[in-house]
């Protein structure tokens, strides 16, 4: 009798279980997100439902109000992380976190820049085989120098040129001494000897690598801050073209620029822009970070031929969607115009990374010219319900009517924590 009290007490149980899970209230529960983002001074609508409320943790940068039909709306009251707690019946059920982001308000870019970089040292894209009395080597290759290395410094004295590489490489070989040559590889510093020969052909002492201290190239602009005179361009790093490696910044700058062509995209061949810097005496501003999420930096104001001249809102990230949206870009001369996209989906990304939403562009105007998205399109902006809410980044190789975006969100922590064409020589 017990044992039968017992199981239809557990099958009571279970079936009660089934019940509540399956009920609107408790499935809403469950399908509240871990975390939310707001905006300072703005506000979020979170549903909960049924017998709950959500309770901000004390002194929390939130303020929490209830709405109607189990509606609550959380305010940002300023900038930083908050947790909060639904409650059902008085009772803790779960922990949640609303991270409040600045009021950031920013003039959407898309004008085409020209990018100047010079690399904080010197890099090896690779090695030269140099003629001395009846042989060829490379006494770099045989000091172990890396293709992907930087040269720092060299006998204790940094060096920031080809030039000064050269000078102090045709120093030490007339003194018939080494080199003591201080290299940066993956971020770890060290010391290798290299001691420089004769290059019969050149007539010159040299190492037997191939170096540069430079580079330069065409993109666009994201977005121009007016309150703190900062910028973003690009969406992704500037790497070297040889070695596939991100340039560590010495100093660079950004200038004007206009498209002279355009190379249309084909499935399994990326098209390009073609363009040229414009009065290369007028530097707009400076490059202080080359990043995984583009470049960073001052300017003093904006440039000209926008399509906005006007701040607006940056959406935060978990409030892009899929549908509608802009870009902003340039595909002749200077003219910024905007041009119509889909959003076809979001990731949702709790720490930055730099393919954020997949792209595709629908313009029939913009397609007839570019084949959709092309090189030198990257770090145009992408609008959507009047805010900025990322940059184009990447196209689909076999498909140039699709490509990937960055959220602006991203990019704005980027440029508001660091208020914020190659020349190959041989030595």
């Not at 770099?140 to 006998?155: L, M, P, S, T, W």
Request: glycine fraction near 10%.
């Amino acid at each position: 009798m017990a044992h039968q009290r017992r199981k239809w007490v557990g099958l009571l149980l279970a079936t009660l279980i089934v019940v509540t899970c399956f009920c609107p209230p408790f499935s809403g529960w469950l399908r509240l997100p871990d975390s939310i983002e707001t905006v300072v001074g703005s506000s979020v609508a979170v549903q909960a439902g049924g017998p709950s409320r959500l309770v901000p943790d004390a002194r929390s940068a939130i303020e929490v109000r209830s709405g109607t039909a189990g509606t609550w709306q959380v305010n940002g009251t300023q900038t930083g992380p908050a947790r909060m707690r639904l409650e059902v019946f008085g009772i803790p059920v779960r922990q949640m976190r609303v991270d409040v982001l600045p009021d950031w308000k920013v003039i959407p870019g898309g004008q085409s820049i020209g990018v100047r970089l010079r690399s904080k040292g010197i890099m090896i894209v690779g090695y030269n085989l140099i003629h001395t009395g009846n042989r060829e080597i490379s006494p770099g290759e045989q000091a172990n120098i890396k293709v992907g290395d930087r040269i720092v410094e060299i006998d204790g004295h940094p060096v920031s040129t080809v030039e000064e590489a050269a000078q102090r490489i045709r120093q030490a070989g007339e003194a018939n001494r080494d080199l003591d040559v201080t290299l940066i590889r993956q971020r770890q510093s060290f010391h290798v000897k290299v001691h420089p020969v004769y290059d019969n052909d050149q007539r010159t002492y040299r190492i037997g690598l191939y170096i540069r201290d430079s580079a330069a190239g065409v993109g666009t602009l994201t977005f121009y801050d007016p309150v703190n005179h900062v910028y973003g361009a690009l969406g992704h790093v500037i790497t070297d073209v040889d070695t596939g490696q991100p340039i560590e910044v010495g100093e660079g700058q950004v200038l004007n620029s206009s498209i002279t062509s355009i190379d249309k995209g084909q499935n399994g061949q990326p098209g390009e822009k073609r363009g040229q810097m414009v009065d290369e005496h007028h530097v707009l501003g400076d490059v202080k970070e080359n990043s995984s999420f583009g470049i960073f930096g001052h300017m003093a104001h904006p440039p000209d031929h926008g399509f906005y001249n006007h701040p607006i809102p940056v959406a935060p990230a978990d409030q892009v969607h899929p549908g509608p949206a802009k870009i902003l870009t340039v595909i002749e001369g200077q003219k910024v115009e905007a041009f119509n996209i889909e959003v076809v989906s979001v990731m949702k990304q709790r720490y930055p990374a730099i393919k954020s939403m997949v792209l595709k562009v629908t313009d029939p105007r913009l397609l007839a010219k570019t084949g959709g998205i092309v090189q030198g399109m990257s770090g145009s902006p992408i609008l959507q319900d009047g805010r900025l809410i990322g940059a184009v980044t990447h196209v689909f190789i076999n498909d140039p009517t699709q490509g990937y975006g960055v959220f602006a969100e991203w990019m704005m922590r980027e440029a508001t924590s660091n208020e914020a064409q190659d020349t190959v020589s041989a030595a």
